[in-house]
């Protein structure tokens, strides 16, 4: 069946350093790819996502690039800040059976100023 | 806009008593539902699917029940509470375009002791 398999955490970076979260899946076809972020007690957030091969998607400074070959969809962005400190998700979607998500197991990210 | 709202967002609950969470979406119509459980420091796990009024998948055999007795509306029930009960419970929607994306509810954290 589908999978998505992320990096473990904590990750804990100094503000301004270099961000990448590593995220690996599985699937059948050609699923969809997204990248959640929950900030504390609080529900997740889409962040950003790409649909097909090739796919940039972009926001808020994070990108992430659709890799078939690979079967990835590492998250990364330049620059952290203070704010960026949350859990971040790696998920895939098909179009399967009530279009249910598959969420990887989360990362948490702590930035330090 | 839609909005989705969950309540109640915290609640503590003795072994034994029954449990009902209560899901709303406002803006749009028809869409899929979902209840999700969070335990701490772990990953999201889906509970309950819904794609209509009384339609609802579960993915796990459990302790806990869903209904949908409107189109915008999704609960969450047990009749006796575990203390394994205890955690983070998400709702979300996801509407027919575009159809991959879900949105999230703020959570109830729900502790049983």
């Known amino acids: 069946g589908n999978s998505v398999t992320q990096m473990e955490g904590p990750v804990t970076l100094s503000e301004e350093a270099f961000l990448t979260i590593n995220c690996t899946y599985t699937a059948t076809g050609y699923p969809s790819l997204f990248w959640y972020v929950q900030y504390p007690g609080e529900g997740l957030q889409l962040l950003l996502k790409a649909t097909k091969a090739d796919d940039k998607g972009s926001n808020k400074g994070f990108e992430a690039t659709y890799r078939k070959e690979t079967t990835s969809f590492h998250l990364e962005k330049g620059s952290v800040q203070v704010s960026d400190s949350a859990v971040y998700f790696c998920?895939?979607?098909?179009?399967?059976?009530?279009?249910?998500?598959?969420f990887g197991a989360g990362t948490r990210l702590f930035v330090k100023a | 806009s839609q909005t989705i709202h969950q309540w109640p967002a915290t609640l503590v609950q003795p072994v034994g008593s029954p449990l009902s969470l209560e899901c709303t979406v406002e803006g749009t119509s028809n869409p899929n539902l979902y209840w999700y459980r969070q335990a701490a420091g772990r990953g999201l796990q889906l509970l309950f699917y819904s794609v209509g009024i009384g339609q609802i998948s579960s993915e796990v055999p459990q302790n806990l029940s869903a209904s949908r007795p409107q189109d915008r509306q999704f609960i969450l029930s047990s009749k006796k509470l575990l203390l394994s009960d205890s955690g983070f419970y998400l709702c979300a929607w996801s509407s027919v375009q575009p159809k991959n994306i879900q949105y999230f509810g703020a959570g109830t954290r729900l502790s049983v002791l």
């Open positions: 998920a895939l979607s098909d179009d399967t059976g009530g279009f249910k998500t598959i």
